[in-house]
């Protein structure tokens, strides 16, 4: 069975940096992209990009370019997200989710992992 | 940007009822949206994918239709386990992803 399981909570300070990562199993990892998704308490969900772990090609939207790095490992089957120059507004649950094949949406997603930005 | 309205913010319904949620869309999307589940602590969960398609193992209950720029999510009949927090998102126009405010289903 598909699963995607993420690494654990991390606290920041400002300034910082945290990278998350993303272990999927139960399918080809290089067959489908993986996005990762953010959820700041009490608030709806944020797409903050993309990648192909086939090629390791990623796409991030204007907000998140220059802050996010997306990469993957396929000996592992495991993709990260890095995000820099941590601030409060980053405080959120950090999904990864699996790109349904042939359509643009999230079929299996990460149990999700909390960072916290605070000093 | 596409601005996604989703509506109403609450709906308080009881178990049986048939249910109807709403999500707009400010440019058209095709039928290019999908709707998700999330209960508190959760992941959310796909449901419905390219406006009407249930995702695999969505109960026949769940129904989704619209296109263009309305949309529409259907309870046939609200179970106990549906009181979530339900989100659509529009995957036709760059950035791709953008998801709706959400809107909470709750026990009447």
């Known amino acids: 069975q598909v699963q995607l399981v993420q690494s654990g909570a991390e606290v920041k300070k400002p300034g910082a940096s945290v990278k998350v990562s993303c272990k999927a199993s139960?399918?080809?990892?290089?067959?489908?992209?993986m996005h990762w998704v953010r959820q700041a308490p009490g608030q709806g969900l944020e797409w903050m990009g993309l990648i192909n772990p086939s090629g390791g090609g990623t796409d991030y939207p204007r907000k998140f370019q220059g802050r996010v790095t997306m990469s993957r490992d396929t000996s592992t089957s495991t993709v990260y997200m890095e995000l820099s120059s941590l601030r409060s507004e980053d405080t959120a649950v950090y999904f990864c989710?699996?790109?349904?094949?042939?359509?643009?949406?999230?079929?299996?997603w990460g149990q999700g992992s909390l960072v916290t930005v605070s000093s | 940007e596409i601005v996604m309205t989703q509506s109403p913010a609450t709906l308080s319904v009881s178990p049986g009822e048939r249910a109807t949620l709403s999500c707009r869309t400010s440019q058209s999307v095709s039928v290019k949206l999908a709707w998700y589940q999330q209960k508190p602590g959760q992941s959310p969960r796909l449901l419905i994918y390219d406006a009407s398609t249930r995702a695999t193992g969505i109960p026949a209950r769940f129904s989704g239709s619209g296109s263009g720029t309305e949309f529409t999510l259907t309870f046939s009949s609200v179970q106990s386990e549906d009181f979530a927090v339900y989100y659509c998102?529009?995957?036709?126009?760059?950035?791709?992803?953008?998801f709706g405010q959400g809107t909470k289903l709750e026990i009447k």
């Open positions: 998102q529009q995957y036709n126009k760059w950035p791709l992803y953008t």
């Open positions: 989710a699996r790109e349904v094949d042939g359509s643009n949406c999230f079929d299996y």
């Open positions: 139960g399918y080809t990892f290089t067959n489908y992209y």
